[in-house]
C-alpha cells in the first residue's frame, strides 16, 4: 500500500482568509483525487488530478498536482464557513484507493 | 437515482458479539469497495467486489471479517467476535467498474460500530 502524508492535520482560520492543503507521496499515482467529507457523512468527491502538472480550479478551490505526480495541494481563496469539513487526498492504486489521515479545516464566521 | 446507503447508520455492540453491516450500492455500479476509517485517520482499504466476486480482500485485517455481494447488489460485511479494535466508522463506495481506474466513487454515509 502507498502512503500518503497529508499536512497540516489541523487548521483553523478566519472567514476571508485563504489556506493551503498539502499531500504528498514517495510513490507515482497514476491519478490523486480530492475529497472533502463533513460529519457523518461520506467523502465527497471534489476533483481529479491526472496529469504531472496539472492546475484544476473549482470556484475558489485550486488544486495542483505535481510535475512528479507525486504530490498535490488544495488552495482555497477567501474560506467561507462552508468550507470547514475534512479534505482527504486519495490516490489512484489500481481499482482502490489510499488515502492519506486527512486535514481538518475549520473557518471562524 | 438515489445514492450509497448503509444500515445501520449506527450500531453499538458488546465485545465478542457478531455484527452485519449492509451496504446497497447506486444501480448498475458492477465495483463495490468496503473502508475502515478509524476516529481521526484516513479511509483503510478493506475488499473490492467486482459484481459478486472479490478479486481483492487483501485489506481485510483477520479471518473476523468476511464479506459477501449477492449479484451485483447488495454486499454484507460481517465481523465475528468483536473487538474493542474494530470499533471505527465503514464505508462502502460503489463504481460503474467499467474502466478499472479512474473512476468515481460514490461513497455511502458509513456505519459507525462501537464495540463495548
Known amino acids: 500500500t502507498q502512503l500518503l502524508e497529508q499536512s497540516p492535520q489541523f487548521l483553523s482560520i478566519q472567514e476571508g482568509e485563504n489556506l493551503t492543503v498539502y499531500c504528498n507521496s514517495s510513490s507515482v499515482f497514476s491519478s490523486l483525487q480530492w475529497y472533502r467529507q463533513e460529519p457523518g457523512e461520506g467523502p465527497v468527491l471534489l476533483v481529479t488530478v491526472v496529469t504531472g502538472g496539472e492546475v484544476k480550479k473549482l470556484k475558489r478551490l485550486t488544486f495542483q498536482f505535481g510535475d512528479a505526480r507525486k504530490d498535490s495541494s488544495l488552495h482555497i481563496t477567501a474560506a467561507q464557513p462552508g468550507d470547514t469539513g475534512l479534505y482527504l487526498c486519495a490516490g489512484d492504486d489500481d481499482y482502490k484507493l489510499s488515502f492519506g489521515a486527512g486535514t481538518t479545516v475549520t473557518v471562524r464566521a | 437515482g438515489a445514492g450509497v446507503s448503509q444500515s445501520p447508520s449506527n450500531k453499538v455492540t458488546e465485545k465478542g458479539k457478531d455484527v452485519e453491516l449492509r451496504c446497497d450500492p447506486i444501480?448498475?455500479?458492477?465495483?463495490l469497495y468496503w473502508y475502515r476509517q478509524r476516529l481521526g485517520q484516513g479511509l483503510e482499504f478493506l475488499i473490492y467486489f467486482q459484481g459478486n466476486s472479490a478479486p481483492d480482500k487483501s485489506g481485510l485485517p483477520s479471518d473476523r471479517f468476511s464479506a459477501e455481494r449477492t449479484g451485483e447488489s447488495v454486499s454484507t460485511l460481517t465481523i465475528q467476535r468483536t473487538q474493542q479494535e474494530d470499533s471505527a466508522v465503514y464505508l462502502c463506495?460503489?463504481?460503474?467498474?467499467?474502466?478499472?481506474?479512474?473512476?468515481?466513487?460514490?461513497f455511502g454515509p458509513g456505519t459507525r460500530l462501537l464495540v463495548l
Open positions: 444501480s448498475g455500479h458492477t465495483a
Open positions: 463506495a460503489s463504481s460503474l467498474g467499467k474502466y478499472y481506474d479512474q473512476e468515481t466513487q460514490y
